[in-house]
């Protein structure tokens, strides 16, 4: 897989210590991109040091049914690694970045130090299948596309459908998930779905769960 300037093709390619940047209900997936603006000081160093490095950036969701370390609130055990394949400087001290997902990892332990912002050992192991795009055609597309019509719809909102069409299987549900307005718990269960059939299968359910819960005209959020 080429991301950016550089090719990853397996999990050794990945740094085994990685900085991480938990971001409640954010969801990176491999190759896709996410826009971040980075403005706390910590971050910004992080991108600094990152730019310095590998430019590998792992993406992780704070888990508050764990206590909290000396660092700050737990971490779910899944996120993705992400390059950073685009960046700016605000001139008043921000980054605007964007990040293109890698492959997930696995948290093995989180190393205390001090530079402010937070590093973990990872694996990617159990996620190898990332490096590589995905078989995708077990999907069902025609149901994905109509729980997307039906969450439009509800919300009196509409889609650029030429792109929609034109885009790949893993390139639209991936591109769905991460955009989708859920919280934490669902966005977690988008990233470990073993495979992108079953990703797809979970954006739709939960896509219809929340439309059945608001009655088809509440937002999502």
């Given amino acids: 897989m080429k991301v950016g300037n550089c090719a990853y093709g397996c999990p050794g390619d990945l740094p085994e210590i990685i900085p991480v940047f938990p971001l ?15 403005f706390e000081p ?27 370390c000396a660092s700050g609130p737990g971490l779910c055990g899944v996120g993705c690694a992400g390059r950073i394949t685009a960046f700016s400087e605000t001139g008043d001290g ?9 492959a997930r990892f696995t948290v093995l332990e989180e190393h205390i130090v001090p530079t402010g912002y937070r590093q973990c050992r990872v ?3 159990p996620y190898a299948g990332d490096f590589t795009a995905e078989r995708d055609e077990a999907v069902d597309r025609a149901s994905v596309l109509k729980s997307f019509r039906e969450y439009l719809d509800a ?10 069409d034109q885009a790949t299987n ?3 549900i991936n591109a769905l998930a991460m955009m989708a307005p859920f919280g934490a718990a669902e966005k977690q269960a988008l990233l470990e779905a073993p495979d992108l059939k079953t990703r797809a299968e979970t954006l739709v359910a939960l896509t219809e769960m929340a439309l059945a819960h608001e009655g088809g005209g509440r937002s999502l959020q």
Wanted: zero cysteines; proline letters at 7%.
């Fill in 24 to 38: 409640p209900g954010a969801l990176l997936l491999p190759r896709a991109e996410m826009p971040l603006n980075v």
């Fill in 42 to 68: 910590r971050y910004v160093a992080m991108i600094d040091a990152a730019l310095a490095g590998s430019r590998i950036v792992g993406m992780i969701q704070p888990d508050e049914s764990k206590a909290p």
């Fill in 94 to 102: 921000r980054y605007r970045v964007t990040l293109t997902g890698v």
């Fill in 123 to 125: 694996t990617a192991v």
């Fill in 155 to 164: 919300h009196n909102l509409e889609a650029d459908w030429e792109s929609v």
């Fill in 170 to 172: 893993e390139t639209l």
